[in-house]
């Protein structure tokens, strides 16, 4: 058997070559669609973030505008005004519930011997709080530390210090003390009268009874 390729152009085997270029082709194909397909979603989401941000600047864009034109329309005086009767009312409540009695009753009972009150002044601070500025009259500080070391023990005066202090022409201590009141705490007997623990002395206490 003669095995000799007599041809002038030997053959080649191209069906396998066909089929590799026909793979690689529809592997191009596929990868272009993809992209394509990508590019397309993109630039679809892309325009809808950029409409939400417009629709969205214009939305802030109103509202600034809104809020311009209420500013506008206050007028800072009956604002004021407002403010002012909101205070006096609140200022209102509180006297009503505030008792000169329950206080004084309190001064009374823990009130040294040598100790003699001058001059009550409450007030009420940004908290609602009722802060008192108790002027008193001692033989000694010692006397004046006893005071407060009974009134911290009712739990119905916190925050207590004394912010000025003095010896007058006598020899007695003359000091002011500050405190925060807590009608609440420590309820003792209203019925008592506590007038007997104040002598008005210089400025009169502030305030009337309830």
Do not use: C
């Not at 006893?146 to 004394?162: C, I, K, P, Y």
């Amino acid at each position: 058997m003669i095995r000799t390729n007599l041809s002038t152009r030997p053959f080649y085997n191209t069906s396998a070559v066909r089929f590799w270029l026909l793979v690689a082709g529809v592997v191009v194909l596929l990868a272009t669609a993809f992209n394509v397909t990508q590019v397309l979603r993109y630039s679809n989401s892309n325009t809808e973030l950029v409409t939400k941000a417009a629709n969205d600047e214009a939305r802030a864009a109103e509202l600034r505008r809104t809020a311009q034109k209420l500013r506008s329309s206050v007028d800072a005086t009956q604002v004021n005004a407002v403010s002012v009767d909101a205070r006096q009312a609140n200022d209102l409540i509180d006297r009503r519930t505030f008792s000169w009695t329950e206080l004084l009753n309190r001064f009374e009972r823990t009130l040294p011997d040598d100790v003699r009150i001058t001059g009550v002044h409450p007030e009420v601070d940004k908290d609602r709080r009722i802060v008192l500025t108790v002027n008193v009259l001692a033989r000694g500080v010692d006397d004046i530390n006893q005071f407060m070391e009974n009134l911290d023990g009712t739990d119905a005066f916190v925050e207590l210090r004394s912010s000025q202090e003095q010896t007058n022409d006598t020899g007695q201590i003359e000091s002011a003390l500050q405190m925060v009141y807590v009608p609440g705490q420590a309820q003792g007997s209203a019925g008592q009268s506590g007038a007997s623990a104040i002598e008005t002395a210089g400025t009169p206490a502030a305030g009337s009874g309830r």
